[in-house]
């Protein structure tokens, strides 16, 4: 799904914003949360295995879980979404 969201996500990467963190909360803003957290779905466990139990923990509002997660693993999660969308770094 993320690969339909190419656009967006290209914007959100072309604006470069300071850190990973952001970047994802931007994107999260551009697209709204449910349809973030179906691409999250769509793309598989690479994913849901970093986002999946912070999701559950912040009731599914995912703003919240990636800040949970932190800077270092949101870096790793930007890098999944790059490429699902097929952006280049």
């Known amino acids: 799904m993320f690969f339909h969201l190419q656009k967006v996500v290209l914007n959100v990467h072309m604006d470069c914003k300071p850190t990973a963190l952001k970047n994802i909360k931007s994107l999260i803003d551009k697209v709204t949360n449910d349809i973030f957290v179906n691409a999250c779905?769509?793309?598989g466990d690479v994913i849901l295995r970093f986002l999946g139990?912070?999701?559950k923990a912040c009731n599914g509002d995912a703003k919240k879980a990636i800040k949970a997660l932190g800077?270092?693993?949101a870096k790793a999660i930007?890098?999944?979404i790059l490429d699902a969308a097929?952006?280049?770094r």
Do not use: R
């Open 53 to 55: 139990p912070q999701l």
């Open 41 to 43: 779905e769509d793309c």
């Open 78 to 80: 930007w890098g999944l």
């Open 86 to 88: 097929m952006v280049s």
């Open 71 to 73: 800077e270092w693993n």
